[in-house]
T-cell receptor
Framework: KNQVEQSPQSLIILEGKNCTLQ??????????LRWYKQDTGRGPVSLTI?????NTKSNGRYTATLDADTKQSSLHITASQLSDSASYIC??????????FGAGTTVTVRA | EAQVTQNPRYLITVTGKKLTVTCSQN?????MSWYRQDPGLGLRQIYY???????DKGDVPEGYKVSRKEKRNFPLILESPSPNQTSLYFC????????????FGPGTRLTVL
């Protein structure tokens, strides 16, 4: 069964600090991996999408990495801001239409 | 403005009373999908549609129906809602390419008493 596991489940960081979220998956065959940001009570918003040939992709202060050999991805948040407080969801696609979702990591940024 | 809209945003109903949650997108996307989100379980796919008149089951289709008569609309139908269908529901859409970004609606919070 295709699975996506994220860690940690939640974390608290101080404003201005960096943090890294992890995503391990067993989805096969692999098509692409996405990171979404979901603010409380709102729909997820795409941060990055990577195929197997891409190992790093950035979107502002967000940098995602992908190691397709070990089936691991990370999302690094640089110089965190209060607006980064949200749930971050890792999603892996095995084809155009079947998506496997992680349970998410809840990030709380404190002043 | 490019967007996915859902209605209603909030709904409280009783067991067995049929309901429909509408979803509409204005981006001419072929692919549309419904998800439910429950605490600790993340997003789970209910149904998806690759184009008009083409629908398929996701991971948790039991108790739900969908239809895709027009490209822009993808309603979710609960013929006989039960309390275990109390959840936060999201509709999403995208173009039919491998490298496709999904756009999510604002969500519908459903409570079945």
């Amino acid at each position: 069964k295709n699975q996506v596991e994220q860690s940690p489940q939640s974390l608290i960081i101080l404003e201005g600090k960096n943090c890294t979220l992890q995503c391990n998956y067993t989805v096969s065959p692999f098509s692409n991996l996405r990171w979404y940001k979901q603010d409380t009570g709102r729909g997820p918003v795409s941060l990055t999408i990577m195929t197997f040939s891409e190992n790093t992709k950035s979107n502002g202060r967000y940098t995602a990495t992908l190691d397709a050999d070990t089936k691991q991805s990370s999302l690094h948040i640089t110089a965190s801001q209060l607006s980064d407080s949200a749930s971050y969801i890792c999603v892996v696609s095995s084809n155009d239409y079947k998506l496997s979702f992680g349970a998410g990591t809840t990030v709380t940024v404190r002043a | 403005e490019a967007q996915v809209t859902q209605n209603p945003r909030y709904l409280i109903t009783v067991t067995g009373k049929k309901l429909t949650v509408t979803c509409s997108q204005n981006m001419n996307h072929e692919y549309m999908s419904w998800y439910r989100q429950d605490p600790g379980l993340g997003l789970r796919q209910i149904y998806y549609s690759m184009n008009v008149e083409v629908t398929d089951k996701g991971d948790v289709p039991e108790g739900y129906k969908v239809s895709r008569k027009e490209k822009r609309n993808f309603p979710l139908i609960l013929e006989s809602p039960s309390p275990n269908q109390t959840s936060l529901y999201f509709c999403a859409s995208s173009f039919s390419t491998v490298y496709n970004e999904q756009f999510f609606g604002p969500g519908t919070r459903l409570t079945v008493l």
